[in-house]
């Protein structure tokens, strides 16, 4: 992908727009006992459309503003964001543009990917979070949203 100044722009207020988004509205939401995560899911298109520089420059940047706006532990969400973003634009480099019956089951994976990488930042780097069968839960429902 060639980054031109409108590009750049463009890409910024889709960051912004979606991390303020999921902010403000899709963490209220609550559909089967949990939250939508858009923020991933903008990301993983990212990746996709645009290359592994792309996603991981984006899934860091989205990450890192949520990060910043929910006061959690900052750069555990980036970290993660940035590894889906990385990975969804290698799959694009590798193994091409993905077909349309495969984009909801590589959105489910990788948010998958998300999920387990952020649980594992937040338990290796000690944050005080109750760990229990409600997590695999979770991460199940926005796995199939």
């Known amino acids: 992908m060639i980054f031109t100044t409108p590009i750049i722009i463009r890409l ?14 899709f963490s209220g939401m609550v559909i089967f006992g949990t939250s ?22 984006s899934g860091f940047s989205t990450g890192l503003l949520i990060d910043c706006l929910l006061l959690q532990t900052l750069g555990a969400f980036a970290l993660s964001m940035l590894a889906v973003g990385y990975a969804a634009g290698r799959y694009r480099e590798n193994v091409g543009p993905p077909v349309r019956g495969a984009v909801p089951l590589l959105g489910g994976a ?6 387990v990488a952020f ?15 409600i997590v695999i839960r979770d991460a199940a429902i926005k796995t199939l949203i």
Do not use: E, K, R, Y
Not at 39 to 56: C, H, K, Q, R
């Open 110 to 115: 990788f948010t998958l990917v998300g999920l």
């Open 12 to 25: 910024a207020v889709l960051i912004l727009v979606t991390a303020l988004a999921q902010v403000a509205c």
């Open 119 to 133: 649980a594992a930042i937040q338990i290796g780097t000690g944050v005080d979070a109750d760990v229990s069968t």
């Open 36 to 57: 939508p995560d858009i923020a991933i899911l903008v990301v993983i298109s990212l990746g996709l459309l645009g290359g592994s520089v792309t996603g991981a420059v």
